[in-house]
């Protein structure tokens, strides 16, 4: 008989599975943060930098005010313990799975004219860009000098250069070894990764099996559109790694009322280590692309909370904020605040600050450290609430008490 689980006691294992069961440490170093890493498996980046730029935030939301330049070292070089790759979207991963990822590399290789058809379609100039990092190192595209290194036309008005580099960074011909000044850094293979994961290609379905497992125990419990969404897969080969994780007793089946999928039950899975809390007791802002609200149907089945973000919205259409960050109570997502670190004024920006239906009346007390942290962290000082929606005044009224 499959167990119930039900939806609060869904949303604890989530969390908890996520990092959010245990007190902030006092002092956050590198081994906090790789603790973060160790449960997540990737970071996603993003390059809206208005507040923090998105791989910083999962870490600061669980471990609190840490030294970003900790996550730097483990992100950055041939010495650093992740490097990016098209995981889940653009993501730092842990090195040890590259391999995992050649079943989508090999589909890059495969596929027309605007990914792998175009480095076969260009093979002399891939070869020559090979040439010149195997003489020169890793360099960012604007540092090779080339007659096609030239902005232009579509495609963001990328050169055939920075073109060519970014479909070989999808087919694996080259990796990104860091970034600077958020542009990235090529290199070869062998110059970036540890011979161990080099020319190691295994068996598609062991790979999906191996990212379904570790889908799974970042999800803690989870459908499985959840799982395929972690890494961005195809749904058919999810569908066989859960049986035979169902089958080896690693995901336990279970049905959590309300988790629907029109009139029907929606299959459901416990990761068979998942923590089972009783209760949940953390506040946190949350980058718009933490795993914890990173697919949204998860993220409305987990918190009944519909959340868009809205850079891409005209400014006069936006609802919430150019960079609204949900805030998380305990085991709810109680509200967002759009943040904007003003670096030049020296202060911490609330442009707006919205509560949910039901929000508890203690959300604005419970915020107002994270965001004093949260300024901290950014090296800024006030916190200043511009006064836009329904939690800005209870916000301010708290600040100036706190003050």
């Known amino acids: 008989m499959v167990d119930v689980v039900s939806p609060a006691l869904a949303r604890r294992i989530a969390l908890a599975a996520q990092g959010f069961a245990r007190p902030l440490p006092e002092a956050p170093g590198t081994r906090a943060v790789n603790g973060v890493i160790d449960r997540l498996s990737l970071l996603q980046i993003d390059s809206v930098n208005v507040f923090e730029r998105s ?18 070292r483990i992100t950055t070089g041939r010495r650093g313990r992740m490097v990016e790759y098209w995981a889940h979207q653009a993501a730092y991963i842990p090195r040890e799975l590259w391999p995992l990822f050649e079943f989508r590399r090999e589909a890059y290789r495969a596929t027309g ?45 990328w050169s055939d250069v920075k073109r060519t580099l970014e479909m070989m960074f999808r ?18 293979p062998e110059q970036a990764l540890p011979d161990e994961v080099l020319g190691v290609v295994p068996v598609e379905a062991d790979a999906v099996r191996e990212l379904v497992g570790l889908a799974a125990s970042a999800l803690g ?49 416990l990761q068979r280590d998942a923590k089972r809390p009783r209760r949940i007791e953390t506040a946190a802002v949350l980058s718009p692309f933490d795993p914890v609200v990173w697919f949204r149907p998860r993220t409305e089945r987990l918190f009944d909370f519909h959340y868009r973000i809205e850079i891409y919205t005209p400014e006069p259409d936006r609802k919430f904020g150019y960079y609204s960050l949900p805030v998380l ?32 009346v203690e959300t604005a007390a419970r915020l107002v450290p994270v965001l004093r942290r949260a300024a901290a962290w950014q090296g800024l000082g006030e916190v200043i609430v511009a006064g836009r929606g329904d939690l800005s005044p209870a916000l301010a009224a708290e600040l100036s008490v706190a003050a």
């Open 221 to 269: 419990i989870a459908t499985e559109a959840d799982l395929a969404d972690y890494w961005r897969m195809k749904r058919q080969p999810v569908r066989r790694a859960i049986l035979e994780l169902e089958e080896a007793g690693v995901l336990l089946p279970v049905e959590v009322p309300g988790w629907t999928t029109g009139a029907r039950q929606t299959p459901a899975w």
């Open 113 to 157: 004219s605007d990914w792998g058809g175009w480095v076969a379609e260009n093979r002399t100039l891939a070869d020559w860009l090979r040439a010149e990092l195997a003489a020169n190192g890793p360099m960012r595209a604007g540092e090779i000098e080339h007659d096609s290194n030239e902005r232009r036309g579509p495609w963001w008005g």
């Open 171 to 188: 087919t694996g011909e080259v990796v990104c070894i860091e970034r600077r000044r958020f542009e990235r850094v090529y290199a070869l």
């Open 329 to 360: 109570v305990d085991d709810r997502v109680v509200g967002r605040v759009d943040l904007k670190s003003d670096r030049q004024a020296g202060v911490l920006r609330v442009q707006s600050a919205w509560s949910e239906p039901g929000a508890p």
């Open 55 to 72: 791989h910083y935030l999962p870490a600061f939301s669980r471990v609190g005010a840490y030294d970003r330049g900790a996550l730097d």
